[in-house]
């Protein structure tokens, strides 16, 4: 189990990097792809595999065919250069804050007493989800039903544009 | 063998999602245009999650964390449907997708927009 957790994490983490350094957008898009289906590995090995389900859907599925709609609607010139980065120095001052926060995540992490967890129950099937969700989360779920219609209303509304002509 | 059939561990876990969640701070503090951007708080959120998910296959064994993920996934799925149409939106009235380059409330003054 350990040996695929960090097959899976090398993936993850090979997409995320190619993700944050590809000089063409369509390329960083695809390695966000590739991340999220790590990630999504990852969730089936942790045995939750209703959420590796959604991962799959919704993140690899869906998000990003929704970021690369979103690049071939608003570009229009060469592909090859088109994720612009900040100057050298912004980058290294990014760089820098990036790897202090991991530092201090590390140092944390290496340092509170976690007892060890235990990971040998049943996996969490989507029938549990399901009855959580409709008993004791009901009202975060029906909250989150809304935000799901206002979002879609809203993003149809700005990304059509009501009043032109 | 222990690589083999032990179960992985908490810290693992968080390990990674922070490694994730530091690769998406680079990308926020040094990408320029905003889909990009939007990319990058994709994969922050996404480390989130997995922290969830972790704490609730070792400590909670309940369902709730996986719960709040889902919660997370949907708020993600939301806010990316928005900002991508903002996107749409800025470069109809500004011909760009960089960030930096939208900087003034005031209206652009060769569109009637």
Known sequence: MQLLFYVFALVTIVGALGMVLSHNIVHSAFYLVLSFIGLALIYFSLSAPFLGAVQLMVYSGAVAILVIMAIMMVRRTDMTVSNPTQSLIKRFVGAGTAALFFVLMGLSIVLTPLGGGDAALPATEAADLAGLLLSRFALPFELIALLLLAAMLGALLLARGGDES | ?113
């Not at chain 2, 480390?47 to 309940?62: K, W």
């Not at chain 2, 900002?83 to 003034?104: M, Q, S, V, Y």
């Open chain 2, 1 to 113: 063998m222990s690589l083999l059939f032990d179960s992985v561990g908490v810290q693992e876990i968080l390990a990674l999602s922070a490694l994730l969640f530091s690769i998406g701070l680079y990308g926020l503090f040094t990408r320029r245009g905003i889909i990009a951007i939007l990319m990058c708080v994709e994969l922050m959120l996404n480390a989130v999650n997995l922290n969830l998910i972790g704490f609730d296959r070792l400590y909670v064994h309940d369902g709730s964390g996986q719960v709040m993920a889902l919660f997370s996934i949907a708020v993600a799925a939301a806010e990316i449907a928005v900002g991508l149409a903002l996107t749409i939106r800025l470069f109809r009235l500004r011909f760009t997708t960089n960030a930096d380059e939208a900087d003034t409330i005031r209206e652009f003054k060769d569109f009637r927009n």
